[in-house]
C-alpha cells in the first residue's frame, strides 16, 4: 500500500522532467507568430493567383 504513492510520485516528477527538456525543444509562441505573419496571405478570402505552370495543356486538334 505504501509503494504505490511513492510510485506515483516518482512518476510524475520523471514526466516533470520529459516535459520541460520538450517545452524547451519545441518552438515558442512567439516564434510561431513570427511564422504566421511572414506566411500568410495579405487578404485570405482573396481567390488564389493561378500558377502559371500549373496550366492546362492546349488541346489537340485531331
Known amino acids: 500500500m505504501v509503494l504505490a504513492p511513492v510510485v506515483l510520485v516518482l512518476f510524475a516528477l520523471g514526466m516533470e ?8 525543444l519545441t518552438l515558442q509562441q512567439d516564434e510561431v507568430q513570427d511564422f504566421i505573419d511572414t506566411h500568410a496571405p495579405e487578404d485570405p478570402l482573396a ?6 505552370l500549373d496550366a492546362p495543356a492546349p488541346a489537340s486538334r485531331s
Not at 522532467?17 to 524547451?24: C, N, T
Not at 481567390?47 to 502559371?52: H, I
Request: hydrophobic share 30%.
Open 47 to 52: 481567390p488564389p493567383v493561378p500558377d502559371p
Open 17 to 24: 522532467r520529459v516535459e520541460a527538456h520538450l517545452r524547451k
